[in-house]
T-cell receptor
């Protein structure tokens, strides 16, 4: 079955540590996205990539970094510079980067930083 | 004021009821409108997708867009306990400056009771 796999499902880290969240898709989609979901707030875009080896900042990129070395993979690193890293992180993909390409989401990684 | 407003609920209805979920928005440039369903601890899944104004029906689900009022609705007929989830509206203008960058509502939590 095609889909988006995010791992791990739950992640715990100490403050000051960098952590990398994995996102893999086998849908052959060109575009991939990272969103953050917090209670009482809509999903907010962190980074997106429309093509391999290229990515752009979203609305809340500070404290995060990404890479897109392969079409199927788009890992997100939450750095120690991110002031409020505890959140539910969602990876998504779409066939193309245009607005008429609906997003398909993974099942998320819940990150807790203490 | 947020660009997209959505009542967080929770909304509790008896099985078989007609459910009405709504979002209002302020950006008149929004042209693409989506509804996602999100079960607890899962990623959102696309339910309905409409362009510009009008109605769209898919089984028990009907999406309505009223651009003159900047108001969109999702109706669920013959609601089932399996419809219990959080429903997110999302929208986008035609031109985003790159990428499929959606603006999400905060989600309405729906519970359908036996």
């Amino acid at each position: 079955d095609g889909g988006i796999t995010q791992s791990p499902k739950y992640l715990f880290r100490k403050e000051g540590q960098n952590v990398t969240l994995s996102c893999e898709q086998n849908l052959n989609h060109d575009a991939m996205y990272w969103y953050r979901q917090d209670p009482g707030q809509g999903l907010r875009l962190i980074y997106y990539s429309q093509i391999v080896n290229d990515f752009q900042k979203g609305d809340i990129a500070e404290g995060y970094s990404v890479s897109r070395e392969k079409k199927e993979s788009f890992p997100l690193t939450v750095t120690s510079a991110q002031k409020n890293p505890t959140a539910f992180y969602l990876c998504a993909s779409s066939i193309g980067g245009a607005v008429d390409s609906p997003l398909h989401f993974g099942n998320g990684t819940r990150l807790t930083v203490t | 004021q947020k660009e997209v407003e959505q009542d967080p609920g929770p909304l509790s209805v008896p099985e078989g009821a007609i459910v009405s979920l709504n979002c209002t928005y302020s950006n008149s440039a929004f042209q693409y409108f989506m509804w996602y369903r999100q079960y607890s601890r899962k990623g959102p899944e696309l339910l309905m997708y409409t362009y510009s104004s009008g109605n769209k029906e898919d089984g028990r689900f009907t999406a309505q867009v009223d651009k003159s009022s900047k108001y969109i609705s999702l109706f669920i007929r013959d609601s089932q306990p399996s419809d219990s989830a959080t429903y997110l509206c999302a929208m986008s203008p035609i031109l985003t400056g790159g990428g499929n960058k959606l603006t999400f509502g905060t989600g309405t939590q729906l519970k359908v009771e036996l």
